[in-house]
C-alpha cells in the first residue's frame, strides 16, 4: 500500500477523473482509468437523514417567513408621497435575513432599508413604521433588527441607533401626533 501511495504521488499528469460517494464516504478514487480503493480515509457522515430533512424545513421556514414579513413592509405608505415603500424600493425582496441560535435561542429578522435620498428627514419615520409594523404582526419569538442600508444615508449610524432603542421606540409612540402618522403609514389597503 505504501509503494503505491508513493507512486500515486509521484505520478506525473495525474487527476482525479471519477470519485464515487457512498453515504458521505469517499470509497475509491479513479486515477487514469484505474480504480484505487481504500487510498482516502473515509470521511464522517455530516448528519442523519433527519437532520438534512430538519434543515430543508427550517430553509423552507424561512423563505416563507421572509416572504411573510416582505408582504407586511411592502404595503406600508410612505410618509410623505402616496406610493408604498415597495413602489419606491425603500423595501425589497433582498432586505430580510433571519438569523437562527442567537445566546438566548431567539431567532432574529434583520431588515434593511434603503431611504429614496441620503438625507431623507423622514427615514427615521420610515424605520419605526417598520417596527411597530412588525411588531404587531409577529410574535415575541423574533428579535427585530432594523437598519438603514449602508451607505444610504448621511446620519445611518444616529437613525439605526433610534430604531433599534425600545425606550425611544415606546417614547415616540406616545406622542398621539406621531402615533397617528405611524398609523396612517401602516395602515393596510388593497393594492
Given at each position: 500500500m505504501a509503494s503505491s501511495m508513493a507512486s500515486l504521488l509521484s505520478a506525473p499528469r495525474t487527476h482525479v477523473t471519477h470519485v464515487r460517494i457512498l453515504r458521505?464516504?469517499?470509497?475509491?478514487?479513479?486515477?487514469?482509468?484505474?480504480?484505487?480503493?481504500?487510498?482516502?480515509?473515509?470521511?464522517?457522515?455530516?448528519?442523519?437523514?433527519?437532520?438534512?430533512?430538519?434543515?430543508?424545513?427550517?430553509?423552507q421556514s424561512d423563505t416563507e417567513l421572509k416572504e411573510s414579513v416582505?408582504?407586511?413592509?411592502?404595503?406600508?405608505?410612505d410618509p410623505e408621497?402616496?406610493?408604498?415603500?415597495?413602489?419606491?424600493?425603500?423595501?425589497?425582496?433582498?432586505?430580510?435575513?433571519?438569523?437562527?441560535?442567537?445566546?438566548?435561542?431567539?431567532?432574529?429578522?434583520?431588515v434593511e432599508f434603503n431611504p429614496t435620498v441620503p438625507h431623507c428627514s423622514l427615514a427615521t419615520l420610515?424605520?419605526?413604521?417598520?417596527?411597530i409594523k412588525l411588531e404587531r404582526h409577529l410574535s415575541a419569538l423574533f428579535k427585530l433588527d432594523i437598519y438603514i442600508k449602508k451607505g444610504a444615508h448621511s446620519t445611518e449610524q444616529e437613525i439605526n441607533k433610534q430604531i433599534n432603542d425600545k425606550e425611544r421606540i415606546?417614547?415616540?409612540?406616545?406622542?398621539?401626533?406621531?402615533?397617528?402618522?405611524v398609523e396612517k403609514c401602516i395602515l393596510e389597503e388593497d393594492y
Open positions: 458521505m464516504d469517499i470509497t475509491s478514487l479513479s486515477i487514469g482509468g484505474k480504480i484505487k480503493d481504500g487510498i482516502l480515509p473515509e470521511a464522517p457522515i455530516m448528519g442523519t437523514a433527519e437532520d438534512l430533512l430538519a434543515k430543508n424545513q427550517m430553509l416582505y408582504d407586511l413592509l411592502r404595503t406600508i405608505k408621497k402616496p406610493q408604498t415603500l415597495e413602489q419606491l424600493d425603500v423595501v425589497y425582496e433582498d432586505c430580510i435575513k433571519v438569523c437562527h441560535s442567537t445566546p438566548g435561542g431567539v431567532s432574529v429578522i434583520r420610515i424605520g419605526l413604521c417598520i417596527r415606546a417614547a415616540a409612540m406616545e406622542n398621539p401626533n406621531l402615533r397617528e402618522v
